[in-house]
C-alpha cells in the first residue's frame, strides 16, 4: 500500500475532518479551514496538518494553500478533496445579496481556483479530484444559491472531468443530509428529523471508496447507505 | 411596459431588446460597452463582472419604476484550457454570468422593482445539457444560473406571481460566438440571434419554465439527458480538441 498525500478543504468540522481523521491513519493529510487552529473544538488527529485558508477570498486561498504545500515539502498530490462550503436557508425564495456573494465565493470560485491551482500536484500522480457537492445541486426552493452553487460544481465537474481525462480523474459526489452543524449554520432548525441524517463516519467511509473507485458522478444518501455503501468498497 | 435587458449592445441581447421595442416596451439595457447600432432602447454602462459597479446599478434601478419583463442575458466566456486560462478570468466569467443575475435578481424583487404578473428569462446555454470541455467555467455559470432559477421558480409564481423562463439556446451566429469557437468551426449551422430572440420571447409569455430554441436544440438537450457521458464526449472531439487558442472575454 503506498502512503499517499492528501488535501482536504473545510476539515475543521463535519464531513471533512471526519474524512481526514479516517485517512489520516494511513495516509498524509493536510486540511484547511477557515478559523484559527485552536477554535477547532472535536478531535482533531494529531497526524494531520492544519492550514488556515479562508475561502471567502478565493484568490488569497489559493495563495496560501500553494505556498503552505511547497513550505511541508509537498511536491505532488495524490488525492485533492474540495469539500469547504457554506449554504443559507431563505423563507420566500430570496438569499440576502451579502449571504449570496458569500456562498458563490466560498463554494464555488475557490473551488475553481484551488482545482485549477493543483493540477501540477495531481497531474504527477495522475491523480484524483474529488469535489463534494449536494443532492441539491439539481435546484432546491429553500436554498437557491446554496444550489446554483453545488450546480455549478455539478457542471464544473463534467466538464472539467472530460478536459483532464488521462491526467487527472475529476470526480464529483452528492451527498445527501448529512449530520452536521450545517444545518444550524443555515439557520435551518430540522428537528427530530435529522435522527434520519447519515453520520460523518459512514458518510466518510462512502467518500473514500468513492475516491478510490474514481467515478463520477455518485450520490452519497441513504439509498446507497442501506445499500451497504459504508460497508463495501475499496479503501484508497 | 418597461423591459431590462442586460448585455442589450450586441448578439442575442441586441436582437432581444429589439423584438421587445417593436411590441411596444421601453427598453434599458445594460452593457459595458455602448450599443453597436443605433437604438431606441436607454443604454447604462455597467461592467457586471464588478461588485461595487453592480450595487450602483442596483441602488438606480431601485430609485426607478418597476419592470414587466427582465432579461438575464449577460454572458461572457473564457475558452481554452481551464488550467491555462488565468484565474482572473474564471472570476470574472462567474461573477458576469452568475453572481451578478443572481444578485440583480434577488436585489429587484426585494426592492419590488419587478411587476406582479411580471416575468422574469435566465439564458443559460445549451451546455447545461451537454456540458461543456474547452469552457468549464463557463459551463460551471451557466448550470449555476439555471439552477438558480429552477429553485426560485415556486415561491416567485407562489408569492409574487412573477414568472421564471431559463433559456438554453445553442451556438448562435453571434460575434461573440464566433470568437471561441474553433477558428475551422463552420459558422453556417449556426442560430440567427433574432430567429432565437424570438423562439425564447414567445415561450416567456407562454410562462414555461424552459425555453430550448429551435429542433436541433431541443434534441441535443435531450440526447444530453439520455445520455449524458457520450455527449460530452462529443463536445470534447468536436470543441476541446479543436481548440486552437485561449481566449478571455
Ligand atoms: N451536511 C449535509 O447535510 C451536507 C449534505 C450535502 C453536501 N454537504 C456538503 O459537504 C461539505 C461539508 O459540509 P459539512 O456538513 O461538513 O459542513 P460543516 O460541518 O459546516 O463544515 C464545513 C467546513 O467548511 C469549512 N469552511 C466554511 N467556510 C469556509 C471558508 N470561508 N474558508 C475555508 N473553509 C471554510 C469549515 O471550516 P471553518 O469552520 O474553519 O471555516 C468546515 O471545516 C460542504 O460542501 C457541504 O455543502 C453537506
Not at chain 1, 132 to 153: N, T
Not at chain 2, 18 to 33: C, K, M, T, Y
Amino acid at each position: 500500500m503506498i502512503r499517499r498525500k492528501i488535501l482536504i478543504t473545510g476539515g475543521t468540522t463535519g464531513i471533512g475532518l471526519a474524512l481526514a481523521n479516517r485517512l489520516s491513519v494511513r495516509h498524509d493529510v493536510i486540511v484547511t479551514g477557515s478559523r484559527a487552529h485552536e477554535d477547532i473544538t472535536e478531535a482533531f488527529s494529531p497526524n494531520l496538518v492544519y492550514v488556515r485558508a479562508s475561502q471567502s477570498d478565493p484568490a488569497r486561498a489559493v495563495k496560501t494553500i500553494a505556498q503552505q504545500l511547497l513550505k511541508h515539502e509537498w511536491p505532488r498530490l495524490d488525492n485533492v478533496v474540495l469539500n469547504a462550503g457554506v449554504g443559507f436557508a431563505v423563507e420566500d425564495g430570496l438569499d440576502e445579496v451579502a449571504k449570496m456573494r458569500r456562498t458563490l465565493d466560498i463554494n464555488v470560485s475557490s473551488t475553481m481556483l484551488i482545482a485549477r491551482a493543483m493540477y501540477p500536484w495531481l497531474s504527477k500522480t495522475k491523480g484524483t479530484l474529488t469535489i463534494i457537492g449536494s443532492v441539491a445541486h439539481k435546484g432546491h426552493k429553500r436554498f437557491p444559491s446554496y444550489a446554483a452553487s453545488k450546480g455549478a460544481l455539478n457542471g464544473l465537474a463534467r466538464s472539467l472531468r472530460s478536459e483532464w481525462a488521462g491526467e487527472v480523474a475529476v470526480q464529483v459526489l452528492h451527498p445527501g443530509p448529512v449530520k452536521t452543524g450545517m444545518h444550524e449554520k443555515a439557520g435551518l432548525n430540522p428537528g427530530w428529523v435529522s435522527e434520519f441524517f447519515i453520520r460523518t463516519e459512514p458518510m466518510a467511509r462512502m467518500i473514500e471508496y468513492s475516491m478510490s473507485s474514481r467515478r463520477s458522478p455518485i450520490t452519497l444518501s441513504w439509498s446507497r447507505y442501506i445499500g451497504g455503501g459504508s460497508i463495501t468498497g475499496r479503501r484508497l | 411596459m418597461r423591459a431590462l435587458v442586460t448585455g442589450g449592445s450586441a448578439g442575442l441581447g441586441r436582437a432581444l431588446c429589439d423584438a421587445l421595442l417593436d411590441d411596444g416596451f421601453d427598453v434599458i439595457s445594460v452593457d459595458r460597452e455602448a450599443p453597436s447600432q443605433k437604438t431606441e432602447a436607454k443604454h447604462i454602462a455597467c461592467d457586471l463582472s464588478d461588485r461595487m459597479t453592480v450595487d450602483n446599478l442596483l441602488d438606480k434601478l431601485e430609485a426607478d419604476e418597476a419592470f414587466d419583463v427582465v432579461i438575464f442575458n449577460a454572458g461572457i466566456s473564457a475558452t481554452g484550457k481551464f488550467e491555462d486560462i488565468e484565474p482572473e478570468d474564471h472570476l470574472r466569467v462567474f461573477e458576469t454570468n452568475a453572481s451578478a443575475p443572481m444578485v440583480c435578481c434577488a436585489g429587484l424583487i426585494k426592492a419590488g422593482k419587478i411587476a406582479e404578473e411580471g416575468h422574469i428569462v435566465f439564458v443559460a446555454s445549451l451546455s447545461h445539457f451537454t456540458g461543456y470541455p474547452g469552457a468549464s467555467s463557463y459551463a460551471a455559470s451557466k448550470d449555476a444560473l439555471a439552477i438558480y432559477a429552477k429553485s426560485i421558480l415556486k415561491p416567485l409564481k407562489n408569492k409574487h406571481k412573477i414568472s421564471v423562463t431559463t433559456a438554453f439556446p445553442g451556438p448562435l451566429k453571434t460575434e461573440h460566438a464566433a470568437r471561441h469557437a474553433p477558428s475551422e468551426a463552420d459558422q453556417e449551422r449556426r442560430m440567427q440571434p433574432e430567429e432565437a430572440a424570438r423562439l425564447i420571447l414567445a415561450d416567456m409569455r407562454k410562462r414555461k419554465a424552459k425555453s430550448l430554441p429551435g429542433g436541433t436544440t431541443a434534441l441535443l438537450a435531450m440526447a444530453g439527458q439520455l445520455a449524458p457521458k457520450p455527449l460530452t464526449f462529443a463536445m470534447k472531439q468536436i470543441i476541446y480538441k479543436k481548440l486552437d487558442r485561449t481566449v478571455a472575454d
